[in-house]
């Protein structure tokens, strides 16, 4: 289907509904709930936060349940949006006051939302959602542990070490691998989906003698069908779609990055997504959202469009020889938008090329699920050399049968 035909976006639902998930903690120390300490992480193998001090671990909210975010999708109406996800307006630098000391600390929130203070020791953290992208609705804590993503590294760039750059594999270090948050948002859709095209339904095949200009007669098959003007009208539901939200991640330029291997390790079971807390990110990086709303949207509408096709290529046994869609048109009557930190592990290599260019290679692991993508730099002259002598053993066992025939 050409650019043209495909789901143009329209105008957004009413709206937007602002919900709160902001709470009432102000930036600053956030403490420990027994003994007030302020150093505290993720304890991935439990999935719970714990206490540097007393070792005291605790769960915090599911985000989408606490904020009623996960309502009837059939149900949706207008633009409903957390409110972590308000056009990206200010500064990414935020300074915050220590309140154990009354020190101002400069936070830049581009490299994370945690600090120390330089005068206590303090950990700092950001919680308040001022409008730079930087404090999501909600996070997706990692469960696969750093180990096992350094083992699942290992195996992936080991299963292809004969066609990598020598490089490459000198400098490979899986150990390297970083735990990041990496920004998106989570979408719930409501619409209505119409498509339409023609499809053909095959009556009768038979065989016919044809005669060639030069009078030879050979066979040939010929096939017989019905051609229908096929149409289909029905509700659409999307629950959870994922949509990047960096604009250095939705850069898709293969020249210069491999960032469309990241999309191939989703997806994350974001209905488990817990209410934000700058905590979890303890021993992490983060990136910050810098991409609204608005600029995602049309992005989303194509997305439901194609799920819309294919929903309605699940109704069309009947068309044996196939359908062409030649439109889809989508009303979205309800948008649900909730921003997140999804855990990814990455290892990242940057190529040299010899033209001076350079290519920024990922091997990304799912911090959630365990699955893994990449991209290495190749070989070329190996790769070209064993194609070579592939296509002369081709050549060869070609003339053998030609000989004995």
């Known amino acids: 289907m050409s650019d043209a035909d495909a789901p143009q976006p329209g105008a957004p639902p009413d709206g937007p509904r ?18 007030g300490a302020s150093e505290a992480s993720l304890n991935v193998a439990t999935g719970m936060l714990r206490c540097g001090f007393c070792r005291y671990e605790w769960r915090t909210e599911n985000a989408l349940v606490t904020f009623d975010l996960d309502g009837a999708i059939g149900e949706l109406s207008g633009v409903v949006v957390g409110s972590g996800t308000a056009d990206v307006t200010a500064d990414p630098s935020v300074t915050l006051r220590c309140t154990a000391c009354g020190a101002d600390v400069v936070i830049d929130t581009t490299a994370g939302v945690q600090a120390r203070c330089h005068w206590c020791r303090h950990t700092l953290s950001l919680t308040e959602q001022v409008p730079n992208g930087a404090v999501p609705d909600m ?35 899986p150990e ?36 060639n200009s030069e009078g030879e007669t050979r066979s040939e098959r010929r096939y017989d069908a019905d051609v229908y003007d096929v149409r289909r009208a029905f509700d659409v539901h999307v629950d959870d779609l994922t949509v990047e939200s960096s604009a250095e991640r939705l850069d898709r330029d293969t020249e210069r990055t491999s960032n469309n291997v990241i999309n191939t390790i989703l997806p994350f079971d974001v209905e488990n997504g817990v209410r934000y807390d700058p905590r979890y990110l303890q021993g992490f990086t983060s990136e910050r959202r810098d991409v609204d709303v608005d600029a995602l949207r049309g992005a989303v509408h194509q997305q439901v469009g194609d799920i819309a096709r294919w929903r309605a ?22 948008e649900r938008w909730v921003s997140a930190y999804l855990p990814v592990w990455l290892y990242s290599y940057l190529e040299e090329k010899k033209d001076g260019s350079t290519l920024l290679h990922y091997v990304a ?41």
């Not at 602002?18 to 003994?35: A, M």
Request: aromatic fraction near 8%; charged fraction near 25%; include cysteine.
């Open 18 to 35: 602002v919900v709160s998930t902001g709470g009432d903690r102000s930036d600053g120390i956030v403490r420990c709930e027994r003994c």
């Open 313 to 334: 290529d699940e109704t069309i046994d009947h068309y044996d020889r196939g359908v062409r869609w030649d439109s889809t048109d989508v009303d979205v009557h309800g």
């Open 176 to 211: 390297n691998v970083m735990g990041v948050y990496l920004p998106y948002m989570v979408v719930d859709v409501n619409a209505h989906a119409r498509v339409a095209g023609e499809g053909e339904h095959q009556t009768r095949s038979y065989t016919v003698q044809v005669r």
């Open 139 to 173: 996070l997706l804590p990692f469960r696969v542990p750093k180990a096992d993503a350094v083992t699942r590294v290992a195996e992936f760039v080991g299963k292809r070490t004969f066609f990598a750059h020598p490089r490459f594999r000198a400098e490979f270090t």
């Open 365 to 405: 692991v799912n911090g959630r699920t365990g699955e893994t993508m990449g991209s290495i730099p190749l070989n070329k002259g190996r790769l070209a050399l064993v194609a070579g002598v592939v296509e002369a053993f081709a050549l060869v066992a070609a003339v053998v049968l030609w000989v004995l025939m």
